[in-house]
């Protein structure tokens, strides 16, 4: 007798283990959706930009280094890969004009060509300065600088042109 109660449960164990597998494979045959997708970090991916003004006569005192100071042991790190997005695309840039002035025996004419042969055919693209900040491109000096904005005053920002 006790070989019979034991051959019925394990077949009662084989029924209950293939209606959970069953189960198993038809939840996620139907009805479950894929995971979400991660969200993106604005530390890792910062918002990047290709706006690139061009650099005018009276630019010259409101150009700044847009890096950061690693002056404290616990935020250093963080500053340090803040700088090395900031500098990274700088050297793309210096890169690519430099190998323009090689082959071309000239540097690009004006911002247009900066724009077109520099930035576009090597889809560069540069992490978005703080507000009131421009990156702008120096025609005579070869090279791009991040300028500040002049600050508006509330009177300036509601005049329209």
């Known amino acids: 007798m006790s070989v019979i109660a034991d051959e019925q449960k ?16 038809t939840g996620l045959a139907v009805g479950c959706e894929p995971p979400p997708e991660p969200a993106k970090s604005r530390l890792l991916n910062p918002e990047k930009t290709s706006d690139i003004g061009q650099f005018e006569a009276g630019d010259e005192d409101r150009v700044y280094d847009p890096t950061r ?21 700088q050297l793309a840039i210096q890169q690519a004009i430099g ?25 560069i693209s540069l992490p978005k300065l703080p507000d009131g900040n421009v990156w702008k491109y120096d025609v005579e000096g070869h090279q791009l600088v991040a300028v500040r904005q002049p600050q508006q005053t509330d009177e300036q920002a509601g005049q329209s042109p």
């Open 10 to 25: 394990a077949s009662l164990r084989r029924e209950q283990f293939a209606t959970v597998a069953l189960l198993m494979l």
């Open 69 to 89: 100071p690693l002056t404290d042991p616990i935020s250093g790190p963080l500053a340090a890969l803040k700088n090395a997005q900031m500098q990274l695309p």
């Open 99 to 123: 190998l323009f002035h090689a082959s071309e025996g000239r540097y690009p004419k004006d911002h247009a060509e900066f724009m077109q042969r520099i930035i576009a055919e090597n889809k």
